[in-house]
Structures are given as C-alpha cells and as structure tokens.
C-alpha cells in the first residue's frame, strides 16, 4: 500500500521560510512524479509544485515562482519544498502528492490534483502578518 507522509509545516512569520517534507513509501515501481498542492480557507485547491522525477522537469504555480524550491532526492521516492518569503496569503493546508503513472505537463498543476492517485494527510502552514 503506497503511504505519503508529509511534515515540516508549522507557524512562521511573514517574511519567513519552511521546508516541507515527503516521502512516499510502499510503490512497486518507480514513481513519475511528486507535487506539492494546497488549500486554504474557503478557497479551491491549487498546484504549487511539481517534479518529473525520471527527467528532472520541474513546474511552478506562477505566485510561487522566486521564493518556493521543489527538489528530490536520488532514491526518487522523497521531495523537499523550501518556502521563503511566506506571507499571510500563504496559510493553508500543503499537500504532498505523487503518481506513477505519466502525467502530461500541462496537468502537472492542474485542478485539484486528482490527476496524482496518492496523497498524504496535509500539513497546516500558517504565516503570521
């Protein structure tokens, strides 16, 4: 059964940074993609991140670009995103996702990211003004 872990998330003021964390575990083969996703209050979900773990592509949400890194490891099985110059905008749930199975860029961040099969529980992100 695959297992998608996420951590790292936290209180911070705005001007600040996290790192957020995900591993996936329990896949049988090797994992296409992990993406970072979110939820705020009252609002739809959105992609953040993406990366093509079997080429190194990598994709943005155009509000994250210059302050957010999405970044994996060599095992191809975890993924980082390193959040700077957080702001209250910012607060949400994160969520961790991954898929085995190629997904077309233009749907890297599309939606709400039920194009990825497995995601974790979601970690809270609250910026303080």
């Known amino acids: 059964q695959v297992h998608v872990e996420e951590s790292g998330g936290g209180l911070v003021q705005a001007g600040g940074s996290l790192r957020l964390s995900c591993a996936v575990s329990g896949f049988a083969s090797d994992l296409f993609a992990i993406a970072w996703f979110r939820q705020a209050p009252g609002k739809v979900r959105e992609g953040i991140a993406s990366?093509?773990?079997?080429?190194?592509?990598?994709y943005y949400a155009d509000f994250v670009k210059d302050r957010f890194t999405i970044s994996e490891d060599n095992t191809h099985n975890s993924a980082w995103l390193q959040m700077n110059t957080l702001t209250p905008e910012d607060t949400a749930v994160y969520y961790c996702v991954a898929d085995g199975s190629p997904i077309p860029p233009q749907y890297a961040l599309h939606g709400n990211g039920l194009q990825y099969r497995h995601w974790g529980r979601g970690t809270q992100v609250t910026v303080s003004s």
């Open positions: 990366i093509f773990l079997r080429d190194g592509r990598i």
